[in-house]
């Protein structure tokens, strides 16, 4: 039992204790997908005290682990905007980055078709569009030069906008390179930190608070996503409203990986460029997405509806597809912005005093990401931030694909590491050893999808059925914890049930 002294001592300590404040941070980016990844990759090349905030439990969780994966070559967007300035550069930047940062991309080229005197009259338009936004070697072909460079499509097509510079790439797998690499170089995460309150100091700068946890910054990035409109409403007043559209999609099994070698899309229309037919940079083929607006931008239900619509379109585009070899149907949320000045472009902008929105970056968004990161870190230099660049800042990541692998470089690696012999997910040859490095890399997954979206386990037509249990285990033994605490996905998304049936 404590005497009244004890207490009384206690007490002045708990007075007379400095409370510990706050660390100090140049920049503060809310949310990683691939704009907040993008962001932190650029900043992280300056001496910088950063750090990023993402509410969900890994990066790339949102909207960016579920689009079309396209990298668009910039026809679309009004000359003159942002968002075609953007595209365009983001699109040039993407190829290097890629390659330096090992990520899976692809340069297919793209199709738009037209079925119509009306929509080759648009395809016309998006020509001259293209060519004032200085995309390199767009092309309109005739039926004849669009059936012999792709054989799939609809015979009812008359004529084809080509954009040879569009490319495929593994959207996930570019924002988690991005935010590793921006770890390796020093940047801070804080994931499960969903933002709730901002305050302005006296000082200048921001007081960010997330759960039970503050920081203060000097600037404050807004990459929240379909949040961005909540995020700035806490900083700012409204100057826009984000309306979540989800589109739904096919994944079709690596059989109908050749149907097409292009991205063919329809004709763009107010809801955005509508169903497209692509391959992926796994060999399989992505059919999808419709648009429907809806209340909650968490909502990634798939309706058989909206399936339903996709199916009927993409077959007027590639009527061949037998979406009998599905392996997976799922749904993502784009943020959809209505700005109040009427402008249909990125909002990227000082809001208030250190605040700067990076929102409403709905597609092209993940073609312009880097670019868009760029560019704000220009504002932000205009601001008064200082980007001193890093002598030692890390440019590039590899990762081990073992399937790439010749025979004699998988001996050499199994004898440097038995773990690596061991395959796991059989659909997609991905070993032991693979996921052992994705659990000791620079961000952890904690969920068997986390998993997934790094090294491709459970990526294949059996979704897991085979490799999910082993995958589950290996969690669970990284992660020190019972098997019943290991997530699919957020929490709440376990796959145990404790106890006896």
């Not at 949310?31 to 950063?50: D, F, K, M, N």
């Not at 826009?240 to 063919?264: E, T």
């Not at 599905?326 to 605040?355: L, N, T």
Request: glycine share 10%; charged share 25%; hydrophobic share 40%.
């Amino acid at each position: 039992m404590q005497s009244i002294g004890d207490c009384i001592c206690f007490t002045l300590f708990l007075l007379i204790t400095p409370k510990e404040e706050p660390k100090l941070y140049d920049v503060l980016i809310i949310g990683c997908g691939i704009v907040g990844a993008a962001a932190a990759w650029e900043l992280s090349r300056y001496r910088l005290r950063t750090i990023v905030l993402e509410e969900k439990n890994d990066v790339a969780a949102g909207t960016t682990k579920a689009n079309s994966a396209i990298l668009h070559a910039g026809y679309d967007p009004p000359p003159g905007t942002l968002m075609a300035r953007l595209n365009v550069e983001g699109s040039r930047m993407a190829e290097a980055l890629c390659a330096a940062l090992d990520v899976p991309y692809r340069k297919t080229g793209s199709l738009v078709l037209a079925f119509s005197r009306e929509e080759r009259a648009l395809l016309e338009e998006l020509l001259r569009r293209g060519e004032r936004n200085c995309v390199p070697g767009l092309e309109l072909l005739d039926r004849e030069a669009l059936s012999r460079r792709e054989p799939g499509v609809s015979p009812q097509a008359l004529c084809a906008l080509y954009a040879p510079t569009a490319a495929i790439v593994s959207p996930w797998e570019y924002a988690l390179a991005l935010a590793e690499t921006a770890v390796r170089n020093g940047t801070e995460l804080r994931l499960n930190s969903g933002v709730t309150a901002l305050e302005p100091l006296p000082q200048g700068g921001w007081r960010v608070t997330a759960g039970s946890a503050a920081y203060e910054s000097r600037f404050v990035l807004n990459a929240a996503g379909v949040q961005g409109e909540r995020i700035h409403g806490l900083a700012a007043p409204a100057s826009f409203h984000i309306r979540p559209s989800r589109g739904q999609y096919y994944l079709l099994d690596k059989s109908q990986g050749n149907q097409v070698s292009h991205v063919v899309f329809q004709c763009p229309g107010p809801k955005g460029k509508g169903v497209l037919v692509a391959p992926t940079v796994h060999g399989n083929l992505l059919v999808g997405p419709n648009a429907e607006e809806i209340s909650d931008g968490e909502d990634t239900a798939v309706t058989a509806a909206g399936l339903e619509q996709v199916a009927a379109m993409a077959a007027r585009s590639v009527p061949g597809i037998s979406l009998r070899e599905c392996i997976r149907s799922f749904a993502g949320v784009r943020a959809q912005a209505e700005r109040f000045d009427g402008v249909d472009d990125f909002i990227i902008q000082e809001a208030a005093p250190g605040f700067f929105d990076l929102a409403g970056i709905k597609s092209p968004g993940l073609t312009a990401a880097p670019a868009a990161a760029r560019y704000a870190a220009g504002l932000l230099r205009e601001a008064g931030l200082s980007l001193e660049e890093k002598p030692d800042f890390i440019s590039s990541r590899r990762r081990i694909r073992f399937k790439d692998l010749s025979m004699e470089e998988r001996n050499a690696l199994i004898r440097q590491d038995p773990s690596y012999g061991r395959v796991i997910c059989r659909c997609e040859t991905v070993t032991e050893g693979e996921i052992l490095a994705a659990l000791r890399g620079p961000i952890p997954p904690c969920s068997i999808d986390g998993v997934k979206r790094r090294c491709g386990a459970g990526l294949g037509r059996c979704q897991g059925g085979f490799c999910g249990p082993r995958v589950l285990e290996l969690l669970a033994r990284e992660r020190g914890i019972p098997p019943e605490q290991v997530l699919q996905e957020q929490e709440g998304s376990v796959v145990l049930a404790g106890g006896r049936i």
